[in-house]
């Protein structure tokens, strides 16, 4: 593997082989052929083009892609939301905890924190929903999902302790429970993820962080230059090809967040670690900044992940944590969101 740096802290960045191709090779570039029916797109105006020529497609939504080919209706995605967004609100409104002690191997010990925090210390049939093992393959996940199901009492014998929880509760049917399990966990777990990914790219990228720059700034340099969420795949449309006839009618598309994020035509300094850049930028409307998507249809988490992100670093410049001094090399795998893995956090 080849190694980047991160910048500021002399620490290294070891990006899987596909990834390190993908910066090395593509970085500047607008539009590049990837395997045979599949380009990708990097250039900030015509990543723009693209992602307002239509909306993403069911199939092309992340959280609410159909499950087991039944669609999840515009009425159930308003309702789960609604759900998170109230257990989000509650969490945010805890006093941050003197005994809480995010020291150890990040991100597990962030996730673990995130889960707790927002939707409590609920049964295990439900924690287990939100366990990171369970990216290893869907299978595990389905079997997590069915043995819940099949272990949950009548509806009223227990009290869920979030109110995305309530809504398994008040399915009727062991179908629908167990689709509004499977549902849980689209919800749940992705906030979890993507917060303690952010957090950790942040703290590799830049701890200790100068007492005058904003955690918000952090987390905007944070995701330009490690976005947990580097890519957005649209399948072949007439649209594209007819915005840009090097795209074929058949060709699907890999927008790469990633590269525009480090486009030497779009940043000074592109490979450096500098939130005070974003005292004069805005990642509203900065060209090719899309760490939550496109104007157009920006992530539903989004108003969730940032201020969630900022609690946790709270409690990182409360408590002094830093990278462990011992640990100069992180990995970023390819396997889902874009973090550094196995990062050892120790009290300053």
Not at 274 to 302: I, K, M, T, V
Request: aromatic share 6%.
């Amino acid at each position: 593997m080849s190694l980047s740096s991160t910048g500021r802290n002399a620490r290294v960045t070891v990006f899987a082989p596909r990834i390190e191709e993908l910066l090395r090779t593509h970085r500047g570039a607008d539009l590049f052929r990837l395997e045979r029916d599949t380009v990708g797109v990097a250039g900030a105006d015509l990543l723009d083009g693209l992602l307002r020529a239509r909306p993403a497609n069911p199939e092309e939504r992340p959280t609410f892609k159909p499950v087991l080919g039944r669609q999840i209706s515009r009425t159930d995605a308003s309702a789960l939301m609604q759900a998170v967004s109230s257990d989000v609100r509650a969490a945010l409104k805890k006093p941050l905890d003197e005994t809480d002690d995010l020291t150890g191997r990040w991100p597990h010990a962030p996730h673990v924190h995130l889960r707790d925090l927002v939707f409590g210390r609920e049964s295990l049939r439900f924690r287990i929903l939100v366990d990171r093992k369970l990216e290893l393959t869907p299978k595990l996940t389905w079997m997590a999902v069915a043995a819940g199901t099949a272990m949950l009492g009548k509806p009223g014998t227990e009290i869920p302790l979030s109110h995305l929880a309530a809504r398994v509760m008040e399915a009727d049917s062991y179908a629908d429970r167990r689709y509004a399990m499977y549902l849980y966990r689209r919800v749940a777990a992705p906030i979890c993820f993507t917060v303690a990914a952010l957090v950790t790219n942040a703290v590799w990228l830049g701890s200790p962080f100068d007492d005058d720059v904003p955690n918000r700034d952090i987390l905007w340099e944070t995701l330009r230059l490690l976005p947990p969420s580097w890519n957005i795949l649209r399948v072949a449309s007439p649209e594209f090809h007819a915005l840009d006839d090097r795209i074929g009618v058949r060709d699907d598309i890999l927008m790469l967040p990633l590269l525009s994020h480090r486009d030497p035509r779009l940043w000074d300094a592109p490979d450096e670690f500098r939130p005070q850049r974003w005292a004069e930028l805005d990642p509203e409307s900065h060209p090719g900044y899309l760490p939550f998507g496109h104007a157009n249809e920006r992530c539903w988490g989004r108003h969730m992940v940032l201020p969630l992100a900022e609690r946790l670093l709270d409690i990182v410049r409360r408590d002094g944590l830093v990278v462990s001094p011992d640990q100069t090399v992180g990995k970023v795998e390819l396997d889902g969101l874009l973090e550094v893995s196995g990062v050892r956090m120790v009290r300053r």
